[in-house]
Structure formats: structure tokens, C-alpha cells
């Protein structure tokens, strides 16, 4: 087995630190990864946490990796020694379903395997996560990280960037169509950028009016505070796509106002309590409102190329992987522009504490 050094936690109400682990040995199918950055998501707080009732201790999160190939296996086609390549939220899926037949292994119908929290197909245990030295994973979920892309600003694409650019691509945002993007925190500032770089006319939705300046910078035509009557009431009936990215409990009923008929609401973010959803606008214009995740594997890549192409990458902080406490706690505080990065290089001299 490899042995790797990392960062997790022992319990839901311990801060994260060092510790050691086990990965499997690179089968004939597998890549060996040396893992350069690593993004944070809101997701790996609330696993690290156990927010979401499965977490098995010790837990290692982080799902927006990207690194370099140093091993592969005799069976590998796709990669080689020194690639650029990144793995994202998934690691595996029955690969046979109808959904993983149409490349949404993200919809898997017997269930994906995620790179953390799932579990482990040859060793078994829990999966581990990117905030480690290396990572091995099947060929088959591993993705190729374009030259034009800057490995640190990249990491976020894994998770962020999918999770807005697959709602974008499937609801068909391009020219003509005027896109919505409520909320500008790691996801939002994603939508901003990516409808954008699609052609459509994208407003930003915000509470804060401090985000004007930074929304019109990422590509939004149109910044609205979402408090300010008047300014909703100003574009009532015209969106034919709305992303709402916020993950608190807020009223969507201003949105819905906002919708042109047949137009479509999609919730990204995902509240702790249920949202209350107004009935009588869906039924009055034919309306929808409808959720949507990560993209599948095909997907993640051509969004990683789209992004190449476009000269999009996320707004990081660089941050050593000693400082991810108090990274939770200020991602908490919505006090970051707007992405986390973790240079894995601070691992190298960390003394790591066995299972």
C-alpha cells in the first residue's frame, strides 16, 4: 500500500491536523498522483464536521485536486509520467447504469464512489481526500489540466467551476438568453464568469452593494441588489435562467417574479432547513424549479477546456495547509475572494500521526 502524509480530523468537533493514511497500491487501471493544489469547498467543512451524518473518523476532505502523474499502471492509455491532471468530486461509479452509460456519472443509480467519504473498492474503509501528498485513481475519473491553466487557480474548476457550468450548459445560457446568478461566494463568482464567457447577458444578484464593483470586474453586465425593490422590480418577467448559488435559507419568491414564462430557477446551494416554494408563479407562467450537482467526467473535461480556451480560472487565496482552521472559519465568515487553494508543498517536513 501507499502510504501518504495529510490533514484530517479525528472527530466532528476536532480541528483538522496531521495524520497518515493508506491508499491502495496503483492497479492496472490506476494513476498515481502527486497532489500540487488542492481547493477548498464548503462541502469539506460540513464532512469534516459531520454535518451530513456519514462522516467515518479519521476523515481526510478535499475534492478539488490537481497535481502530477508519477506512476501508472500497465493498463493506463490516457496518461503518462509528469501529465498535469485533477481529480474532482468522484472516483468512481457502477460505470453500467443508464445514467453512467450517458456520462452523468454525478447521477450514478447504484451510487458514485466520491473522493471522500465513500468507499474504497480494493482496500476498503472510507475514501480520502485531496489534502493529502498523493492520491490513486482509476484512468477513467481522472481529468487533464489544460498548459494554459494555473494549476492553484485551477483546483477550484473541480467542483465550483463543474457545478455552474453544467446547470449553464444544459438550460443552454449563450447569446440571447439573460442569465441570473444570486450570490457571488466561491460558486457564484464561477457563474459570473462562465455565463459571461457564454455570451449571455448575466446579472449578478447580491445583498452586499461592497460586490457591485467585483461583479461588473467577473463579468456581470448587471448587478442588482437584491434588496432594493425597485431594482428587482426593473427586471421583472425577463430572465430565462436563474442560478441561485446561496446555501442559507432565504425567500425565493422575488425570483420568481423575475422569471419570463417557460424560464427555469435552479438551486445550487443547498440551505440547511427547506426553502418555502411559492406555488402559484410556477402554475401562473409554466415555470420550473429544478436542482442540479456536479457535471460527470466527459463534462468536467470540456468544461477544464472551455475554461482554457476562455481564460477562466477562479479567484484564489494561496494558503499553506497548516492554515485550513482558520480557512473554515473565515469561509464561514464569507471572508475570502473567493476561493481557497492549498499549496500541498507545506505538507513536506510535517510530522503526521498514524489512524
Known amino acids: 500500500m501507499l502510504r501518504c502524509d495529510g490533514f484530517g480530523t479525528r472527530g466532528a468537533d476536532q480541528p483538522l491536523g496531521p495524520i497518515s493514511f493508506n491508499r491502495r497500491d496503483v492497479g492496472a487501471q490506476d494513476v498515481q498522483?502527486?497532489?500540487?493544489?488542492?481547493?477548498?469547498?464548503?462541502?469539506?467543512?460540513?464532512?469534516?464536521?459531520?454535518?451530513?451524518?456519514?462522516?467515518?473518523?479519521?476523515?481526510?476532505?478535499g475534492h478539488e485536486i490537481v497535481g502530477r502523474v508519477t506512476k501508472t499502471g500497465p493498463g493506463v492509455s490516457r496518461f503518462s509520467v509528469g501529465d498535469r491532471v485533477g481529480v474532482g468530486c468522484l472516483v468512481d461509479s457502477c460505470r453500467t447504469c443508464p445514467a453512467c452509460r450517458q456520462g452523468l456519472e454525478q447521477y450514478c443509480e447504484t451510487g458514485s464512489i466520491g473522493t471522500y467519504g465513500g468507499t474504497e473498492p480494493v482496500i476498503g474503509g472510507q475514501t480520502h481526500g485531496g489534502y493529502a501528498s498523493h492520491i490513486v485513481v482509476d484512468e477513467n475519473?481522472?481529468?487533464?489540466?489544460?498548459?494554459?491553466?494555473?494549476?492553484?487557480?485551477?483546483?477550484?474548476?473541480?467542483?465550483?467551476?463543474?457545478?455552474?457550468?453544467?446547470?449553464?450548459?444544459?438550460?443552454?445560457?449563450?447569446?440571447?438568453?439573460?442569465?441570473?446568478?444570486?450570490?457571488?461566494?466561491?460558486?457564484?463568482?464561477?457563474?459570473?464568469?462562465?455565463?459571461?464567457?457564454?455570451?449571455?447577458?448575466?446579472?449578478?444578484?447580491?445583498?452586499?452593494?461592497?460586490?457591485?464593483?467585483?461583479?461588473?470586474?467577473?463579468?456581470?453586465?448587471?448587478?442588482?441588489?437584491?434588496?432594493?425593490?425597485?431594482?428587482?422590480?426593473?427586471?421583472?418577467?425577463?430572465?430565462?435562467?436563474?442560478?441561485?448559488?446561496?446555501?442559507?435559507?432565504?425567500?425565493?419568491?422575488?425570483?420568481?417574479?423575475?422569471?419570463?414564462?417557460?424560464a427555469t430557477l435552479v438551486q445550487l446551494g443547498a440551505p440547511g432547513e427547506p426553502l418555502a416554494i411559492p406555488v402559484l408563479p410556477l402554475i401562473m407562467n409554466r415555470l420550473r424549479f429544478a436542482g442540479s450537482m456536479i457535471g460527470g467526467i466527459a463534462e468536467t473535461q470540456e468544461m477544464l477546456d472551455f475554461c482554457a480556451a476562455k481564460n477562466i480560472a477562479a479567484e484564489v487565496e494561496v494558503i499553506a495547509m497548516q492554515q485550513i482552521n482558520?480557512?473554515?472559519?473565515?469561509?464561514?465568515?464569507?471572508?475570502?475572494?473567493?476561493r481557497f487553494s492549498i499549496d500541498m508543498s507545506s505538507l513536506t517536513g510535517v510530522s503526521t500521526q498514524n489512524p
Open 33 to 61: 498522483i502527486e497532489i500540487l493544489f488542492c481547493g477548498v469547498c464548503h462541502s469539506d467543512l460540513h464532512f469534516a464536521r459531520n454535518e451530513w451524518k456519514f462522516t467515518v473518523y479519521p476523515a481526510v476532505p
Open 326 to 338: 482558520e480557512a473554515y472559519e473565515r469561509m464561514l465568515k464569507s471572508d475570502v475572494k473567493y
Open 141 to 262: 475519473f481522472v481529468l487533464n489540466i489544460p498548459d494554459a491553466l494555473e494549476l492553484s487557480a485551477a483546483a477550484p474548476l473541480l467542483c465550483a467551476g463543474i457545478t455552474l457550468y453544467s446547470p449553464l450548459k444544459h438550460w443552454q445560457a449563450g447569446p440571447g438568453k439573460k442569465v441570473g446568478i444570486i450570490g457571488l461566494g466561491g460558486l457564484g463568482h464561477m457563474g459570473v464568469k462562465l455565463a459571461h464567457a457564454m455570451g449571455a447577458h448575466t446579472v449578478l444578484f447580491t445583498t452586499s452593494p461592497g460586490k457591485v464593483e467585483d461583479g461588473k470586474k467577473l463579468g456581470a453586465d448587471e448587478v442588482v441588489i437584491s434588496k432594493n425593490t425597485e431594482e428587482m422590480a426593473q427586471h421583472r418577467a425577463s430572465f430565462d435562467l436563474i442560478l441561485d448559488t446561496v446555501a442559507a435559507t432565504h425567500d425565493l419568491s422575488p425570483y420568481f417574479a423575475l422569471l419570463r414564462r417557460d
